[in-house]
């Protein structure tokens, strides 16, 4: 029984689940489990059956894309507090890329398909998880475009200026 | 016999003493009054730097202002007057006006967590006030910078920042955009470095400094880990001609960049930063 309560500890503690209601909390700990990963291995892979999410509790992760023949890209990295991972979530289950440890990791993986599974039968813990997916998406999304934006190149007036010498 | 008020049009010839390329397209001079004397400013102004038969630039002043010996300015060469600062050498001389500007609050914020946040080559006009908050480090609670870069190799003043890292006494966060070579470090924007904290948001005060896309958005992310507007405090940037309040070139809605910034306090300017005419 000592492995369930400390579960339950952890997703308490967690960031990500702060605050849940213990009831909610307690049919989460049927769905998790403590995974530790060394540096190299991967938590995901690109086109791969999404079938876990992870609230990381120490450590780094690389969210990358493979490029044929170059180093794979490094997207965003992610570390203790956070949380990895919304594909399990959302149809058909697919990861859309590479997560690998960049130190040694500990986390706390949770089995999609168990998860979905409650969260269907139950709306309160479905509403419950989506509550606090949704806003982590958001971010994430604002983060990505932010990134895309090159704010520290030269200015975008400079840039425009250029072209239109160019043109 | 009273003095005669100092010229504020009138430039001081300084002699630049060192040069130092820190990036690819950014580079420190450090200036010394060529008529002798020092020279003291407040962390976060500005000087009108004047290269001679070329133009002035507004430049913020990067080096420590506990130094009255030495003047120091971090430049990125983008425009004419940049790029033609960039070509000068060690012995040449340029012009410069000032102390111009409101300074960052640096003693407001004795008793508070201090958080920096820099983006790009906006870590040059705090780090005079990083200076002046670790000679009075007692004086604070946390001492946080937060940095984000392009990529790693245009990480500026990256030996500083390691040796400040290696310090008990401050948290140094760097971040890049983009990945390169073998950097093992953070990848994604500086906010997500500001959204995991570690410091105490209700008695934090936060200087902010970088493009403004990037000052709007860490600032939202500051508030949102619970930092008062009030507590906020970031460096503006527009063209300026004369750097004193008299020309209005540098006006912003209601208030002039170069007297009534270009630190200035987000409650005061958030609602400026949201339209786009300005």
């Known amino acids: ?167 | 016999m009273t003095a005669p008020i100092p010229d504020p049009m009138l430039p001081r010839p300084f002699r630049i003493e060192k040069v130092r390329r820190d990036l690819s397209d950014t580079f420190t001079m450090e200036l010394v009054p060529a008529e002798g004397g020092e020279f003291t400013f407040a962390a976060g102004q500005f000087n009108m730097l004047y290269v001679f038969g070329v133009g002035e630039v507004p430049i913020s002043i990067s080096g420590d202002p506990g130094d009255r010996s030495v003047l120091v300015h971090t430049t990125r060469a983008v425009g004419a007057v940049t790029k033609a600062l960039d070509a000068l050498k060690a012995g040449e001389v340029v012009g410069v006006r000032g102390p111009y500007g409101t300074p960052w609050p640096v003693e407001a914020a004795f008793g508070h967590d201090l958080v920096f946040v820099a983006g790009g080559v906006g870590l040059a006009p705090l780090r005079p006030a990083i200076y002046q908050a670790m000679a009075n480090r007692e004086r604070f609670g946390r001492v946080v910078v937060f940095y984000g870069a392009r990529t790693p190799e245009d990480i500026l003043f990256k030996r500083e920042l390691e040796r400040w890292r290696g310090r008990f006494d401050m948290s140094v966060h760097v971040t890049v955009d983009r990945a390169t070579g073998k950097w093992s470090g953070n990848v994604g924007v500086v906010t997500n470095l500001v959204a995991k904290g570690g410091f105490d948001p209700s008695a934090t005060m936060a200087f902010v400094c970088g493009p403004e896309v990037m000052m709007r958005y860490s600032a939202a992310a500051l508030e949102k880990r619970g930092v008062a507007r009030p507590s906020i405090y970031m460096s503006m940037e527009r063209n300026m001609k004369c750097g004193c309040g008299l020309c209005g070139h540098c006006q912003w809605g209601p208030h002039f960049v170069c007297k009534d910034g270009p630190v200035f306090r987000y409650d005061r300017i958030a609602d400026l930063l949201s339209i786009r005419e300005l």
């Open chain 1, 1 to 167: 029984m000592g492995q369930p309560h400390d579960l339950g500890n952890i997703i308490d503690e967690h960031p990500f689940f702060k605050g849940i209601d213990s009831g909610l909390r307690d049919l989460l700990v049927g769905c998790a489990a403590n995974e530790r990963f060394e540096v190299g291995e991967f938590l995901a892979r690109e086109g791969r059956p999404a079938d876990k999410f992870y609230l990381l509790r120490a450590g780094q992760v690389a969210v990358e894309v493979d490029v044929p023949g170059k180093q794979p890209v490094v997207l965003e990295t992610m570390g203790e507090g956070e949380v990895l991972g919304w594909s399990w979530v959302v149809p058909p289950y697919v990861s859309t890329f590479d997560c690998r440890a960049a130190t040694l990791v500990r986390a706390l993986s949770f089995d999609g398909k168990c998860l979905r599974a409650k969260m269907e039968n139950d709306p309160a813990l479905g509403y419950e998880v989506l509550r606090r997916f949704v806003p982590m998406m958001g971010h994430r999304l604002a983060s990505a475009r932010l990134q895309i934006l090159d704010l520290y190149g030269p200015s975008v007036a400079k840039a425009v200026k250029s072209k239109k010498k160019a043109g």
